[in-house]
């Protein structure tokens, strides 16, 4: 198994700019999640799809966030425009089952810089 | 809501020594705990988690974490610290208002000296 894949691993971009993060989750797994990672913040849950069905997406900071999963196989989170703020590190995880009560597996992350 | 507490933000101890990653949680129901580990420039990956079994729960490379409800903690411990052990470790906690939803700790670093 390949595992959760994320592209790309790094991401500079300017500000202002439109930034398209995307993952494939473990062939299976029927949830999805999307998280971002700072040294301010920690660890956050933006968003998280159960069937391809976004669930719970209180965490997205804002309308300049959206995410979509058109498959069971992709998702992709957008950031337009981009901010120097939304420097982080974003990973992407899934899992069998719905909910945070089963291991979720995580991707190696996307780096992304906003100048 | 749920909530964790991870006392320390690093922690140092020497090759051998005995590793304690504190973890005390919040939770109105019986809690689904984690401890996950992360490695420099990778994502997470499970160590253990309890699931209202047995409390003692063992994990991989040597981990094991005991639940104590009258304590409300989840501490991780491993008898004898190893220099691949050096990395960032976050406690999780899920289960019931915020059902779908994975809180995290703010994680602690450990280092381990030769």
């Known amino acids: 198994d390949a595992g959760v894949i994320q592209s790309p691993r790094h991401e500079v971009t300017e500000m202002g700019q439109e930034v398209t993060l995307r993952c494939k989750p473990i062939?299976?797994?029927?949830?999805l999640f999307w998280y971002r990672q700072t040294m301010m913040r920690g660890l956050e849950l933006l968003i998280y799809?159960?069937?391809?069905?976004?669930?719970?997406d209180s965490g997205m900071p804002e309308d300049r966030f959206s995410a979509k999963m058109p498959n069971a196989s992709f998702s992709t989170l957008k950031i337009q425009p981009s901010e120097p703020r939304d420097s982080a590190v974003y990973f992407c995880?899934?899992?069998?089952?719905?909910?945070?009560?089963?291991?979720?597996?995580f991707g190696p992350g996307t780096r992304l810089t906003v100048l | 809501a749920q909530s964790v507490t991870q006392l320390g933000s690093h922690v140092s101890v020497s090759e051998g020594a005995l590793v304690l990653l504190r973890c005390n949680y919040s939770s109105s129901v019986p809690p689904y705990l984690f401890w996950y580990v992360q490695y420099p420039n990778q994502g997470l990956q499970l160590l253990l988690k309890?699931?209202?079994?047995?409390?003692l729960v063992k994990g991989i490379n040597g981990f094991e974490a005991e639940f104590k409800k009258s304590e409300t903690s989840f501490h991780l411990t491993k008898p004898s610290a190893h220099m691949s052990d050096a990395a960032e470790y976050f406690c999780?906690?899920?289960?019931?208002?915020?059902?779908?939803?994975?809180?995290f700790g703010q994680g602690t670093i450990l280092t381990v000296h030769p």
């Open positions: 799809f159960n069937n391809n069905v976004p669930i719970d």
């Open positions: 309890y699931t209202s079994a047995a409390t």
């Open positions: 995880a899934s899992s069998w089952t719905p909910g945070g009560t089963d291991t979720q597996y």
């Open positions: 062939s299976g797994h029927n949830s």
């Open positions: 999780a906690v899920a289960g019931g208002t915020s059902y779908g939803k994975l809180t």
